[in-house]
T-cell receptor
Framework: GDSVTQMEGPVTLSEEAFLTINCTYTATGYPSLFWYVQYPGEGLQLLLKATKADDKGSNKGFEATYRKETTSFHLEKGSVQVSDSAVYFCALRDNTNAGKSTFGDGTTLTVKP | DAGITQSPRHKVTETGTPVTLRCHQTENHRYMYWYRQDPGHGLRLIHYSYGVKDTDKGEVSDGYSVSRSKTEDFLLTLESATSSQTSVYFC?????????????FGEGSRLTVL
């Protein structure tokens, strides 16, 4: 079945540092790929997405590129802020199987001033 | 705002009692999902629905049942709760009839089974 593996955390960075959270996937079809973010006490919300190979998703300074050849969707941000502290989930969605989504285990990011 | 509400938001119950969690949507979305979130496991799919009375199992369906008698409500039932079902439960919907785009999540229901 489908699976998502993302970099284990927690990750602690200083403000303005560069962020990379690695994500790789296995899927039988051509899934859509997502990064979701979760703030304390809340549900997940979409951060960015890419629906086909070589697409780049971006939002709020975060970026990720759908790499089919390496089955990866790494999340990057050039300069993190304290407000970026949250849990980040990589996910794929199988558009051929009732759109079921598979999530990574989540990476907790803490940004210190 | 995808108009998703979950109830109850918090519940404490005892082992062996039945529990029902409700997910309500205000739009006419076709696909609805129930996930549980546990530390170190991300989100795992319990059950999903692709229409009224059309449901199927996810990867961790044992001990859970669901019902969808009308489009707007998707109920998750624990027939006899166990401590291993202590978790945070999230409902999610997919807008319209899409199977490509992102999911929208409710705020979660925290269940504690003593």
């Amino acid at each position: 079945g489908d699976s998502v593996t993302q970099m284990e955390g927690p990750v602690t960075l200083s403000e303005e540092a560069f962020l990379t959270i690695n994500c790789t996937y296995t899927a039988t079809g051509y899934p859509s790929l997502f990064w979701y973010v979760q703030y304390p006490g809340e549900g997940l919300q979409l951060l960015l997405k890419a629906t086909k190979a070589d697409d780049k998703g971006s939002n709020k300074g975060f970026e990720a590129t759908y790499r089919k050849e390496t089955t990866s969707f790494h999340l990057e941000k050039g300069s993190v802020q304290v407000s970026d502290s949250a849990v980040y989930f990589c996910a794929l969605r199988d558009n051929t199987n009732a759109g079921k989504s598979t999530f990574g285990d989540g990476t907790t990011l803490t940004v210190k001033p | 705002d995808a108009g998703i509400t979950q109830s109850p938001r918090h519940k404490v119950t005892e082992t062996g009692t039945p529990v029902t969690l409700r997910c309500h949507q205000t739009e006419n979305h076709r696909y609805m999902y129930w996930y549980r979130q546990d530390p170190g496991h991300g989100l795992r799919l319990i059950h999903y629905s692709y229409g009224v009375k059309d449901t199927d199992k996810g990867e961790v369906s044992d001990g859970y049942s669901v019902s969808r008698s009308k489009t707007e409500d998707f109920l998750l039932t624990l027939e006899s709760a166990t401590s291993s079902q202590t978790s945070v439960y999230f409902c999610a919907i997919s807008p319209g009839t899409s199977t490509v785009g992102e999911l929208f999540f409710g705020e979660g229901s925290r269940l504690t089974v003593l």
